[in-house]
């Protein structure tokens, strides 16, 4: 078989066969950030104009325990649209680059554990606190109701999705997420260590 692992994973979420770089521009990208198996830029939309995230993955680095990490993160994702939650568009895979590109939504406000800093001194307050806690359970409600399991729930993975007082807020990072059976009615137990050690 001429497709790889990743494509026999991806066939289904892959745009048919489209090319990544024909459909996105690059060549004014941002790095938004980056981590053992790849990194986040910005990329715009040659059809659209549009600014999207992109989180482009090494296959060859991820071995098979990542690619396992990477079909819970997509299958996740894919069953999830809400405010609070950053929204997978496509994927695309580049078998003669060894590659995998996530287009996400773009958030560009930064982590809420940043702007909790920026009130270290006199405190957030009690209102705003409130309604950032109740948009976060939102979110995790959301998953739960879709039988996602995040796993990963911290400061670090909620992000604005913009500078602005009233941007809203998102729940990124699905890379540790588990998908239960759907209509499972609670049965299904897990165990292991995941998430930050911090």
Do not use: W
């Given at each position: 078989?001429?497709?790889?692992?990743?494509?026999?994973?991806?066939?289904?979420?892959?745009?048919?066969?489209?090319?990544?770089?024909?459909?996105?521009?690059?060549?004014?990208?941002?790095?938004?950030?980056s981590?053992?198996?790849?990194?986040?830029?910005?990329?715009?939309?040659?059809?659209?104009?549009?600014?999207?995230?992109?989180?482009?993955?090494?296959?060859?680095?991820?071995?098979?325990?990542?690619?396992?990490?990477?079909?819970?993160?997509?299958?996740?994702?894919?069953?999830?649209?809400?405010?609070?939650?950053?929204?997978?568009?496509?994927?695309?895979?580049?078998?003669?680059?060894?590659?995998i590109?996530?287009?996400?939504?773009?958030?560009?406000?930064?982590?809420?554990?940043?702007?909790?800093?920026d009130?270290?001194k006199?405190?957030?307050?009690?209102?705003?606190?409130?309604?950032l806690?109740?948009?976060?359970?939102?979110?995790?409600?959301?998953?739960?109701?879709?039988?996602?399991?995040?796993?990963?729930?911290?400061?670090?993975?909620?992000?604005?999705?913009?500078?602005?007082?009233?941007?809203?807020?998102?729940?990124?990072?699905?890379?540790?997420?588990?998908?239960?059976?759907?209509?499972?009615?609670?049965?299904?137990?897990?165990?292991?260590?995941?998430?930050?050690?911090s």
């Amino acid at each position: 078989d001429s497709r790889s692992i990743i494509g026999k994973l991806m066939q289904e979420h892959t745009s048919d066969g489209r090319c990544f770089y024909k459909e996105y521009d690059d060549s004014r990208s941002q790095t938004i950030g980056s981590g053992m198996s790849g990194s986040v830029v910005t990329a715009r939309s040659r059809k659209t104009g549009v600014t999207y995230a992109v989180k482009t993955l090494n296959i060859e680095m991820m071995g098979v325990d990542g690619m396992a990490e990477l079909r819970k993160e997509v299958a996740a994702m894919r069953r999830l649209d809400h405010p609070n939650i950053v929204r997978l568009f496509e994927t695309f895979e580049e078998p003669e680059t060894g590659s995998i590109h996530m287009v996400l939504e773009l958030c560009l406000g930064g982590e809420l554990v940043q702007r909790m800093m920026d009130h270290e001194k006199e405190g957030m307050p009690e209102f705003e606190a409130a309604r950032l806690v109740s948009k976060m359970l939102s979110a995790l409600r959301h998953c739960h109701e879709h039988d996602v399991v995040h796993r990963d729930v911290k400061l670090d993975n909620f992000v604005y999705e913009g500078t602005a007082e009233d941007a809203e807020l998102k729940l990124i990072d699905f890379g540790l997420s588990h998908l239960c059976q759907r209509g499972g009615g609670g049965s299904e137990a897990m165990s292991g260590r995941v998430g930050t050690l911090s």
